[in-house]
């Protein structure tokens, strides 16, 4: 009994939505994100059908103008900081999305070499979004691929 006591104490840890996550401001960035990137960023798709879109058919499959948003959310937290702390690690990720949509440059990619390739510089977004608009899209990208890369909440948003 103990043990499967400990058990489910682990996996409820491993599955929950950790205290930093909060529904209303995942869904105002959201938003967000549909209207001020959509655009060019496709909100998320397989990463299988991706990869192969990208390093089997020189996205010639897809034909994406830029790297979609669960890339960009993965990139984003294996790529900028630490995950160990994930209120000070949000922090990280936004000042660098500040930085990036209103300077940006490919040297500054988080993105994949074989990705970015296809893509031109996109240019600044200074003037057609505000820091608080991008701080509420990084909160959604972050969360968007899952919650410390596990991925129970990311095919299905009700369990949020």
Request: charged content about 30%; glycine content about 4%.
């Amino acid at each position: 009994m103990r043990i499967l006591t400990l058990l489910l104490i682990i996996l409820n840890f491993i599955y929950a939505l950790p205290d930093e996550f909060d529904k209303q401001r995942y869904l105002q960035g959201e938003e967000i994100f549909e209207q001020k990137c959509n655009n060019c960023h496709v909100k998320s798709m397989d990463i299988q059908l991706l990869m192969k879109n990208f390093f089997e058919e020189n996205n010639k499959l897809l034909n994406l103008k830029a790297p979609t948003g669960n890339e960009i959310s993965y990139r984003l937290k294996h790529q900028i900081g630490s995950m160990e702390d994930i209120g000070f690690h949000l922090e990280e990720t936004a000042d660098f999305l500040k930085d990036y949509l209103y300077y940006p440059d490919k040297s500054k990619t988080i993105c994949l070499e074989g990705v970015i390739k296809h893509f031109d510089t996109m240019p600044s977004q200074k003037g057609k979004i505000s820091l608080e608009e991008i701080e509420d899209v990084n909160f959604f990208l972050y969360f968007l691929e899952g919650f410390n890369d596990v991925n129970e909440f990311y095919h299905d948003e009700t369990k949020f």
